[in-house]
Nanobody, 124 residues
Framework: QVQLVESGGGLVQAGGSLRLSCAASGRTFSSYAMGWFRQAPEKEREFVTAINWSGGTTYYADSVKGRFTISRDNAKNTVYLQMNSLKPEDTAVYYC?????????????????WGQGTQVTVSS
């Protein structure tokens, strides 16, 4: 049973930083792409960033490019999202996701598993 548990959310002022973590369990973490998504109030869930199974390929939404960095530690079964220069429009619940199948290309990954989400609030 795949489980994803996010942590690190909170309240931060605009211009500040936060680091989210997502601990995975239940299968061989290093074989699967991982991603972050977010959902703001009254909006649909949107893609933020993804990283391939090895960590060698990353992909970002234009809205976060240059401010957010995704990384993974396969020895710790954890994926991270470093968020810098945060803006009020980054306020959302952030979800960690894991690919359904191993060794997929991050831009066409079927995200089969999701965490429960962690709230990020950026005040102006």
């Amino acid at each position: 049973q795949v489980q994803l548990v996010e942590s690190g959310g909170g309240l931060v002022q605009a211009g500040g930083s936060l680091r989210l973590s997502c601990a995975a369990s239940g299968r061989t973490f290093s074989s699967y792409a991982m991603g972050w998504f977010r959902q703001a109030p009254e909006k649909e869930r949107e893609f933020v960033t993804a990283i391939n199974w090895s960590g060698g390929t990353t992909y970002y939404a234009d809205s976060v490019k240059g401010r957010f960095t995704i990384s993974r530690d396969n020895a710790k079964n954890t994926v991270y999202l470093q968020m810098n220069s945060l803006k009020p429009e980054d306020t959302a619940v952030y979800y960690c996701a894991s690919a359904r199948w191993p060794y997929t290309i991050v831009t066409v990954t079927d995200w089969g598993y999701w965490g429960q989400g962690t709230q990020v609030t950026v005040s102006s």
